[in-house]
């Protein structure tokens, strides 16, 4: 069974990363907020953590692992995850997305989830119930080095909140 994890959220942002990477965003959208003060660390080999404590969230993540951790340019990431989809995320769900090199945001949008989903193999309707993915991604040779941070927060078809991930200080190096 296939699985929705908080990487394949990050992996989904990464095509739009590179290919947006000197584009300019919509500047009318605001910048989606996150609880810094306090921190929920995913389970796992993995950068991420819930953007507050996730006891409302309708996905329960029993665990992601990233390898390698962190990500490197020009190799493959394979992504091993396990958890549970409280409810079927049908069509109309979407994925505030925020990507920022440094203080520059390369991303700030809206997209459709189902859309998105076919860059990860999956499609909808994801079906409530107890998933498990491993997927291997190739990361493009051209990332420019430096901080990213990553914000990935996910609306069901009824603008319910499903989940909201982030990932802060990954660096990529020559």
Do not use: R
């Not at 306090?38 to 309708?58: I, M, R, T």
């Amino acid at each position: 069974m296939k699985f929705l994890s908080a990487a394949n959220l990050l992996v989904l942002t990464a095509p739009l990363a590179n290919a947006a990477a000197f584009s300019l965003f919509d500047p009318t959208q605001t910048s989606l907020k996150t609880n810094d003060n306090e921190k929920f660390p995913v389970e796992g080999d993995n950068p991420l953590q819930y953007c507050a404590k996730p006891d409302s969230y309708k996905l329960e993540i029993e665990s992601v692992d990233l390898t390698p951790n962190p990500p490197l340019p020009g190799q493959k990431l394979t992504i091993a995850a396990k958890g549970t989809l409280l409810e079927t995320i049908e069509k109309g769900a979407t994925v505030n997305l925020e990507v920022k090199w440094g203080l520059i945001t390369l991303i700030k949008q809206t997209v459709d989830l189902c859309d998105e989903l076919k860059n990860v193999d999956l499609e909808c309707p994801l079906e409530k119930g107890h998933m498990t993915l491993t997927k291997e991604v190739e990361l493009p040779k051209q990332i420019p080095p430096g901080k990213y941070s990553v914000l990935a927060d996910v609306y069901n078809q009824e603008q319910k909140q499903v989940t909201c991930l982030k990932a802060d200080d990954i660096v990529f190096h020559f």
